[in-house]
């Protein structure tokens, strides 16, 4: 099988789940009066940040279908690019739109020489050391971050609420247990295990992934572990199982719902965490190629140069601090709006 | 209670059993003594050169079982040597590697313990802060600060560091380190900012959250009713009641405060256990990096007994059996 088909397979796999979970939220959503009022309260409340993160996510959906061939390559369009997918992003930039070397934003001349460009003022935020248009590369950043941040959060949250409700709320051999992996787990600095595991696992973005999410779902995990520990002795837990009220209806009705918030809150810190520690994995040579990470790192050496490249860190820490501070401010109105104490202290 | 932690040390030498045998699995098992060899001595090196330098090194031994002597493996070795502290020489350089922790901790520790205990104090102080103003416009400001703080990543803070305060200011040395006591703060000055200001934002905000949560409890009301000034509600009741939420985030952060040594020692140059795992990572020195996973792991399972035993300190409601 080509690795165009299989690559586009798996976007569409990821697609099939992410448009799945969309559904059952909105089925969610739509059942419940409590929940259809947070939605019209949040949208109320961070139109601005949740049209942010909407544009990256159409950004990143618009760069994952690509395929080969057609629109307008053109005469000197070489081979190799030819039989590259390229996806509608792709599509959106001439196809040999590449320089020499770096040239400012908008310049007509190279940087450093000062020959002229064969794309004179059209590049909006520059090139980079090979060429490459700065905001293309900008752009495809995007996919990678957001595939960084929600592919491994849907490995983690559903992991550690698991593990952690369970080993909280029974006790016993399933608290030895998990907490056995888990001490194991964490035991073993954050960083190392990580790399640990990348090497084992081989490059790549799905690698890099799963190898985070095994990292990071225990520390959520330890968090619910204990709230759960805490809430179970509270006195209407008490009071709920002494009415015979079954282990599986304690959990989803008392403990679960207690602990929603603390799921908010973790996906928005793991989300951009998640995010960001790529970033420092990219600075260790591991990372995923063309995040915004890499393009950050290589900055600096282009601070050192004189006169400085600035462009290059700049796109790239823009899109990335733009992506993580409205992902942050639509969780932090995700947590108001759906914790109760907070809505009927207001109201 | 003393059973307890008698069983809680009990529990922590099984986890580092665990620890030792996931090593195992990934640096012997996985990364086979053959791949280490190729990777240290070359990808084109002749096959006598590499049995050579596996013999040399001592990995020529039968992995999991010897039928002659069932002590003379690789995993019996691997655990003997691990648990006695005797790491041996180091793969890439052949430097004793007791040796060269011992002396990369202090460097590290002085980076280490101000930045964590600095970063602990002022992030819940501050976090009181901002949760007794909550619902007003400094909590506001708080939380938007906080949030912009957080959404900017290490490595710009790293880099950003570097330029503005020793590039263009020209307050502090861009990297080096050197331990004599008066120069020793010029040199740490730039990593400790960079790692105050990297932590800050997320610790603050996470604080906030559970004293604002606390805050909302019956008892809060109660004191408050009873005549207690906010003050001394927010000190004496919800920072005490809070602490649960707080030992178990500094526990969880102790790794991560590894792993931030590990970027900022490696960029500002300090020749701490950062800057050894890093070299040990680009060299593939596997026997500093089992020495480090185990030193790191040993510190870590201690402080977790020390928290679970704290927790009865701190809340009575929880009973240790």
């Not at chain 2, 909590?139 to 305060?165: E, K, N, P, W």
Request: charged fraction near 15%; proline fraction near 4%.
């Amino acid at each position: 099988m080509e690795a165009h088909v299989f690559s586009n397979l798996v976007v569409a796999g990821v697609l099939a789940i992410v448009l799945a979970i969309v559904l059952a939220i909105a089925i969610g959503v739509r059942r419940s009066d409590l929940w259809r009022a947070s939605l019209v309260e949040l949208t109320r409340r961070r139109p601005i940040a949740l049209l942010v993160v909407a544009s990256y996510v159409a950004i990143a959906l618009l760069d994952s279908v690509s395929w080969v061939g057609g629109g307008a390559i053109g005469s000197e369009g070489n081979m190799l690019q030819q039989h590259q997918p390229r996806s509608l992003i792709d599509r959106a930039f001439p196809a040999d739109f590449d320089e020499k070397s770096y040239s400012a934003p908008l310049a007509s001349v190279e940087f450093y020489g000062g020959d002229p460009l064969s794309h004179p003022g059209r590049h909006l935020l520059g090139t980079d050391i090979l060429g490459r248009d700065v905001l293309h590369l900008t752009l495809d950043g995007t996919r990678i971050a957001l595939l960084v941040g929600g592919f491994t959060s849907l490995i983690v949250i559903p992991l550690a609420l698991l593990v952690g409700m369970s080993a909280g709320y029974f006790g016993r051999w399933i608290d030895d247990v998990a907490f056995f992996v888990m001490s194991t787990l964490t035991s073993i600095p954050y960083l190392l295990l990580l790399i640990a595991l990348i090497m084992a696992m081989g490059r790549g973005p799905v690698q890099v992934c799963v190898a985070m999410g095994v990292t990071s779902w225990v520390g959520f995990c330890r968090i619910v572990r204990g709230e759960t520990f805490k809430l179970r002795e509270l006195d209407y837990v008490q009071a709920a199982r002494a009415l015979g009220v079954s282990h599986f209806g304690l959990i989803w009705r008392h403990i679960l719902p207690n602990l929603m918030h603390l799921v908010v809150i973790t996906f928005v810190l793991t989300f951009s965490g998640l995010v960001l520690s790529e970033a420092i994995l990219s600075y260790l040579g591991i990372g995923i190629d063309g995040s915004w990470g890499q393009m950050i790192d290589q900055a600096r050496d282009e601070l050192a140069r004189d006169p400085i490249i600035w462009w290059n860190l700049a796109a790239a820490s823009t899109a990335l601090f733009g992506l993580i501070l409205a992902v942050n401010f639509v969780g932090d109105a995700v947590r108001d709006v759906l914790d109760p104490r907070t809505l009927r202290e207001r109201q | 209670m003393l059973a307890y932690v008698f069983r809680r040390i009990g529990y922590g030498f099984v986890t580092l059993i665990g620890v030792l045998l996931l090593l195992f699995v990934l640096f012997f098992l996985y990364a086979s003594p053959h791949e280490m060899a190729r990777r240290a001595v070359g990808e084109k090196a002749p096959p006598e050169v590499l049995e050579q330098w596996i013999v040399n090194h001592g990995y020529d031994k039968p992995k999991v079982w010897n039928p002659e002597d069932p002590f003379d493996t690789l995993l019996a070795e691997h655990f003997r040597r691990t648990l006695t502290f005797d790491f041996g020489r180091s793969d890439a350089d052949g430097t004793p590697i007791l040796q060269r922790l011992r002396e990369g901790s202090g460097p590290s520790l002085a980076l280490a313990i101000p930045s964590f205990v600095l970063g602990l104090g002022f992030s819940v102080v501050l976090g009181l802060f901002v949760a007794y103003f909550r619902e007003t416009y400094i909590d506001r400001m708080g939380v938007v600060l906080c949030v912009l703080a957080m959404s900017v990543s290490t490595l710009l803070y790293i880099i950003g560091g570097q330029f503005l305060i020793g590039k263009l200011l020209r307050w502090f040395p861009i990297s080096g380190f050197d331990p004599s006591p008066s120069v020793i703060v010029r040199f740490l000055m730039l990593p400790l900012l960079v790692s105050l200001a990297d932590g800050i934002g997320g610790s603050v905000r996470f604080y906030r959250t559970v004293f604002i949560e606390e805050g909302g409890r019956d008892y809060v009301r109660t004191a408050r009713a009873k005549g207690c000034g906010d003050l001394r509600v927010m000190t004496h009741h919800v920072l005490r009641n809070a602490l649960i939420p707080i030992l178990t985030r500094v526990v969880v952060a102790i790794p991560f405060l590894f792993t931030g040594s590990l970027l900022l020692e490696s960029f500002f140059g300090i020749p701490g256990l950062g800057s050894l795992t890093v070299d040990a990572i680009h060299g593939n020195d596997f026997s500093t990096l089992r020495a480090m996973v185990f030193i790191g792991s040993l510190l870590f399972i201690g402080a977790q007994i020390a928290t679970d035993v704290s927790y009865t300190l701190v809340d009575p409601r929880v009973r240790l059996e």
